[in-house]
Every structure is written in structure tokens, then in C-alpha cells.
């Protein structure tokens, strides 16, 4: 079953869902505090970085594609933009959150960068997301 946890309380060891239902193991969990531009859309307050890859319909993108291309060049990382469709998690199925009215903010905040085994995805405030 699954179950929602705080990302800064992922241990490596263990297991978390991404996408097409894989279960991949936590390998590590980097904390960094730092100040950055976070983005959000919509009703979602701002939580990510510009460069964190996002599974949408059409693909990966993330909000700076030129610093997520070069953070991944092998996902072919595109500019995720007002319209796009990113693929989400509600616990008991896959479906898809409208990104509308972008908002990005300068922020002091604790950054957690999750790497996972398996296919390198997982589920992060209820979207599927890449690696760091």
C-alpha cells in the first residue's frame, strides 16, 4: 500500500513508487540549504527547481530545460510551459495535472535530491519526477 512521507524523512534503503508502477530503492538522499528560484503552477506552491524533470504527456520537461538538458542530456529535456500535462500519483492511480499561470519565486529553502535504483523516477507532492 502506499503511503505518504516527507521527502527529507527518505532513508536510503528505501523503497519508493515512480512511474508505470516500478518500486525502485533509495541509493541516496542529498539535503542542501540553499537559496534558489522554486516554481510552481497553478494552486501548487512553488516546491522545485528549474531544473528538475518532470514526466508529461509529451515527455520530460522542467521549468529551466536548458540547465535540466544539461543535468540529463540523455531524457531530451524540453521547456515545460502553461498547457503542458504532468503525469501524477494519487495514491491509487496515474493521471495528469494542467500546469496553468507558472510562478517562480526566489527562496531560502532545503533542497532534497533523491537518487533511486530501476528506472530513476519517483513521486514527489504527487507528480512523477526524474533522478537529480
Not at 541516496?28 to 522545485?48: A, L
Amino acid at each position: 500500500m502506499d503511503r505518504k512521507v516527507e521527502i527529507a524523512d527518505i532513508k536510503v534503503g528505501d523503497r519508493v513508487r515512480g512511474s508505470d508502477g516500478f518500486i525502485n530503492e533509495v541509493t541516496e538522499n542529498r539535503h542542501m540549504y540553499r537559496e534558489d528560484t522554486m516554481y510552481g503552477w497553478g494552486k501548487v506552491d512553488p516546491f522545485v527547481t528549474g531544473s528538475h524533470p518532470f514526466l508529461t504527456t509529451d515527455g520530460w520537461k522542467s521549468f529551466d530545460a536548458e540547465a535540466g538538458q544539461k543535468m540529463h542530456p540523455e531524457l531530451g529535456i524540453t521547456q515545460l510551459s502553461e498547457g503542458d500535462h504532468i503525469v501524477t500519483w494519487d495514491g491509487s492511480e496515474y493521471g495528469t495535472s494542467e500546469v496553468k499561470a507558472i510562478t517562480a519565486e526566489i527562496q531560502t529553502v532545503a533542497i532534497n535530491r533523491l537518487s533511486v535504483t530501476g528506472n530513476d523516477t519517483y513521486i514527489a507532492n504527487g507528480f512523477v519526477v526524474h533522478n537529480k
